[in-house]
């Protein structure tokens, strides 16, 4: 790294002519960086209008020596904010990085590790227990800690007439239509009965809001197409919605960009109203990793998993509140010692469950179980239970100690996380 390289902040209330150039240079580097195409006046300022909204904190790296050329876009970007994420426990607030970027020109000189580094420094000063991503590709960010905690797939559903529920999911509630630019106070609420009860489930970025009403942040404009069924429960309220448009072809296709539902049988309303849509035969979309859609159907195979990713990535910051805000599934107490090369969530602990809650307290014993860091944020959400940890020698312990281990930390219902930022 030269000297020609300056680290600075956005001030993103600071509307003077060159901060805002800057901002507009910032936002450039992303898009860049991601390979959208640029942005206009229109999209900037909704951008600008998000960004504030969120508290978000937009990092970037500015090359003095460009000749002037593009001068206001950074050859480096880095952005955080936080949001609450339903633990399983506990709400906790999580430390959301985003935005990465770095330059062609300026890749594979550590850039993105000193952001990274200095960033995860200041989350842990602000007392954060965990930090989340979404990572564009798997092999970035294991060194910095971070371990793939969630999965979401894609499906592929088939919903000609072969497509049947073994139950009708009737509770008395109903689907209605909504137009998007009125849907965001019922999708707001249903999402919010969503995260209080689903392990894994991450508060939404203020994106969302302009998206589920209707704007399309690829094209940059209004969405014509977009379709928005809201889920009313039994009691009036709204626990769930769908955002969908219908693709015409040769195949006519339902496309789901978003399905939250509050309660199971939300869930299942909501994709026999996706499979009523009539002169349509597949819904293809995102669903979790453990469907309960898979065993809702009387023939399994109408349902096709096309890919499964990892989705949300866990640091763990604060080993203490972080193992105390998630579940434990049995009694007892154990002596833990988790790895972390950058030492934030260094140490030994000896956690005691009981009632479905655990307290880690520092320990000098010695330990019944070894993780690193990354090991611990894979497991935290509860999407990998011990044994294939401890098979792939991630998690060491004798025999008796894994098997109390497991016994403690396995169990509850599979972590879902819906949200992209
Ligand atoms: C949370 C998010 O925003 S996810 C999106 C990430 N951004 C993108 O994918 C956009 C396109 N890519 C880029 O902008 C850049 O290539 C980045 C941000 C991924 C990497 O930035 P760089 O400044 O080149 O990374 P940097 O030089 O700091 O590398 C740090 C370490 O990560 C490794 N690394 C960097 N990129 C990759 C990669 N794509 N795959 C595997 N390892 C990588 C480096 O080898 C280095 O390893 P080491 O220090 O342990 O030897």
Redesign the pocket.
């Known amino acids: 790294m030269t000297d020609d390289l300056i680290f600075t902040t956005l001030d993103l209330d600071d509307e003077s002519p060159a901060n805002t150039a800057r901002v507009a240079g910032w936002l450039d580097a992303v898009m860049r ?2 390979h959208q195409g640029r942005a206009t006046d229109g999209f900037r300022t909704r951008w600008l209008a998000v960004a504030r909204a969120d508290g978000v904190v937009n990092r970037g790296v500015w090359d003095t020596s460009s000749l002037g050329l593009s001068s206001d876009v950074p050859v ?1 970007t880095f952005a955080h904010f936080t949001k609450p994420l339903n633990a399983g426990a506990a709400v906790v607030d999580a430390w959301m ?6 330059a062609p020109t ?9 952001l990274m580094t200095e960033n995860l420094d200041s989350a842990v000063a602000a007392g954060m227990p965990v930090a989340v ?5 798997g ?2 960010y294991q ?1 910095f800690g971070f371990g793939p905690a969630t999965r979401e797939a894609r499906v592929r559903v088939d919903t000609s007439s072969a497509f049947r529920l073994r139950h009708a999911p009737d509770d008395g509630g109903r689907v209605v239509m909504a137009d998007p630019a009125e849907s965001w106070p019922a999708a707001s609420a249903a999402f919010a009965r969503h995260h209080e009860t689903t392990r894994g489930a991450l508060a939404r970025p203020t994106f969302y809001e302009h998206w589920i009403s209707g704007y399309d942040w690829d094209e940059q404009g209004e969405s014509r197409r977009q379709r928005v069924g809201v889920r009313v429960g039994p009691d009036g309220q709204p626990d769930g919605y769908v955002v969908y448009e219908v693709k015409r072809g040769d195949e006519t296709e339902v496309k789901v960009s978003d399905l939250v539902a509050g309660t199971p049988t939300a869930y299942l309303a909501l994709w026999q109203f996706l499979a009523d849509i009539d002169l349509a035969r597949v819904v293809v979309g995102p669903a979790p990793a453990v469907d309960p859609l898979a065993h809702a159907l009387v023939d399994h195979r109408v349902r096709r998993v096309t890919s499964l990713p990892d989705h949300l990535w866990v640091r763990v910051l604060d080993l203490a509140a972080a193992l105390e805000a998630r579940p434990w599934f049995a009694d007892g107490s154990l002596v833990l010692r988790v790895e972390d090369p950058l030492g934030h969530a260094d140490g030994t602990v000896r956690l005691t469950a009981e009632g479905g809650r655990a307290t880690a307290a520092p320990s000098t014993e010695r330990p019944d179980i070894t993780l690193d860091v990354e090991t611990l944020g894979t497991m935290w959400l509860g999407d990998v239970a011990v044994d294939p940890l401890a098979r792939a020698g991630r998690v060491t312990g004798d025999d008796a100690a894994l098997a109390r281990f497991a016994a403690l930390a396995d169990g509850g219902p599979s972590p879902y996380c819906s949200t992209h930022f």
Request: charged share 30%; hydrophobic share 40%; no cysteine.
């Open positions: 960086g991601f480096a990085i985003s935005d990465v970027t770095v300026h890749r594979r000189r550590g850039l993105m590790r000193r991503l979404t990572a564009s590709e092999g970035i060194r």
